[in-house]
């Protein structure tokens, strides 16, 4: 296609008389001609290429002499067109963040390289727009969890036009631990890896921890699987010390299961006697978890954990409710609070367990090989 001068691109047109007066010093008559130039953009129809790099040139020129109102009315009103010139889009989506955050947030016209090159470069609101957007890439996702504050990751993470690679995934869900704020963004994304979203069990609310159930329940078998091969890979096996006296309870453990003696009431006997190692590495081996997991639900007194192993391991509601009472026994409304568990342990299916259970049971897998 044979170039056409500007001049004849837009011949019989408005256009060249208002880019003559871009030359005009005077910032009212600019800021006159930079509307009036807005209203014939808007008001044709149809444009030339050399019109809209025209528009774009001098457009983006006069809006960088601009007041903020200006430039920010300059936004609005362009983020939405998709034929937006592609020159004042970059300039405003580098501008302040009250100027640029609409342009980030909606504009169409900015490509992956445009935005690569805010996320990179500016701060957190400019970072919270993009991570806004219908649609945010991998490689913008990484920036943003890498350079982004709590609040910026929490805006990403609620968003599920997100794509999160499972390396920004996993650095999301280290970050999510240890601030509340992220725990529902976190555990209710929909495309959190499901080995990533069972590893926020033991650090959320009792609502999340049910959600959590609940999608573990609800998962296909293939994904599951795919999910447990996934966790395995990532699993730290430096849990901390075991305790001074954990050789001499195991050997004991081992010598009840060799004799066929170590049975469901034999570990609420170690319970009650304050024999703690030997009730834990009991448990562990009867839910088939590792050691540090059972020592984390009874140290801790997570008593709907504790009901996924036992629901797992099939034990019965009395007992299981022993062994409330008891892990409860400086907590004066104990027999109150185990009679709610009691109701939480009936509703727990066996099969919502298990799914759960298998997660945690990667620990001992790694640390068996």
Known sequence: MTDVA?????????????????QEPSSESRR???????DHFFGSTTRTTNEDALYGSVLSDLAADMEVAVRRELSARFAVRSDAPRALIRRL??????IAGEVLRVSTVLTEEDLLGVVRAKGQDHLRAVSGRADVSEALSDVIVQRGDDVTLGTLLRNDGARLSRSASEAAVERAKANPDLHAATVERSSLPPDLLNEMYFVVEARLRQ?????????????????????RTRIA??????????????????????????SPTMLARFLRSGSRTSFLIA???????????????VERGEIDALAVICKAADLDRALFLTFTVVILNKDADAM????????????????QALRTVRFWRMRRGVQAA
């Open 237 to 262: 096996t430096d849990d901390g010390a075991l305790p001074a006296d954990y050789a001499a309870a195991h050997d004991y453990v081992d010598e009840l299961r060799a004799a066929g003696q170590l």
């Open 211 to 231: 959600h959590i159930l609940e999608q573990n329940a609800a998962m296909d078998p293939v994904l599951l699987e795919n999910a447990l091969a996934a966790g």
């Open 93 to 98: 989506a580098n501008d302040e963040a009250d």
């Open 336 to 351: 109150g609070k185990a009679h709610g568990y009691g109701r939480l342990y009936a509703d727990l299916t066996r099969d």
């Open 32 to 38: 006159a001609l930079l509307r009036e130039l807005t």
């Open 6 to 22: 500007p001049e004849a691109a837009v011949a019989g047109s408005r256009l060249p008389a208002l880019i003559a007066l871009a």
């Open 283 to 297: 448990l562990a081996q009867l839910a088939d978890v590792d050691f540090h997991t059972a020592r984390q639900i």
